[in-house]
């Protein structure tokens, strides 16, 4: 079956520490890749995608994503999590595999202490 | 660009009425919208994919009787919930993607919270 998991439902990391949000996909071919960013009550923002190419990305608010076909898994990164970073985070994968339409993770929530 | 609004952002309606939820593309054509429901703490799950000028693409499980979903133009599509019951109470959101980038590639409204009391 399609699937596209994100293992971690809430993580709470420090302000100021290094952060990773995992997401696996389920299926052969070159998927077209994305991350995005919910905060409570409102729509999904783009942070990053991943089409082709380079496989280390860079987004928006300093996160970055790198995809690894070996291990079917395009994980987020950012280097330093600020206080305002606390949202729920949403891998999503498209392919013709998949029809015409995206396949989203089931999210993980993110949690920061001061 | 590629701005996306809904509306409204949030209704709450009477059990057995029907409501309507208007997603619009505000400085682009979008041939294709795409609908979603979120129920609280849980993900976004494609109900139907709207192409303008022909009728929707509705996915497994989803009651396309229940859920009208009408693409006018390239900047509109709606999605009427109607006889709506408390079980359909839920965050809708909507999407569009711009016909040069593909499908995959789609840009997300607000949303519309709905509560059926």
């Known amino acids: 079956a399609q699937s596209v998991t994100q293992p971690d439902i809430h993580i709470t990391v420090s302000e100021g520490a290094s952060l990773e949000l995992r997401c696996n996909y389920s299926y052969g071919a070159t998927p077209y890749l994305f991350w995005y960013v919910q905060s409570p009550g409102q729509g999904l923002q783009l942070l990053l995608k991943?089409?082709?190419?380079?496989?280390l990305v860079q987004g928006i608010k300093g996160f970055e994503a790198e995809f690894k076909r070996s291990q079917s898994s395009f994980n987020l990164r950012k280097p330093s999590v600020h206080w305002s970073d606390a949202a729920e985070y949403f891998c999503a994968v498209g392919a013709r595999e998949y029809g015409n339409k995206l396949v989203f993770g089931a999210g993980t929530i993110l949690r920061v202490k001061s | 660009g590629a701005v996306v609004s809904q509306h409204p952002s949030w209704v709450i309606c009477k059990s057995g009425t029907s409501v309507k939820i208007e997603c619009r593309s505000l400085d682009f054509q979008a041939t294709t919208m795409f609908w979603y429901r979120q129920f609280p703490k849980q993900s976004l799950m494609l109900m139907a994919t709207s192409n303008e000028g022909s009728k929707a693409t509705y996915e497994q499980g989803v009651e396309k009787d229940k859920f009208l979903i009408n693409h006018a133009s390239l900047t509109l599509s709606t999605l009427t919930v109607t006889s709506a019951h408390p079980e359909d109470s839920s965050f809708y959101i909507c999407?569009?993607?711009?016909?040069?980038?593909?499908?995959?590639?789609?840009?997300f409204g607000p949303g519309t919270r709905l509560t059926v009391t």
């Open positions: 999407s569009a993607s711009i016909p040069r980038q593909g499908p995959y590639e789609q840009y």
């Open positions: 991943y089409f082709s190419g380079d496989t």
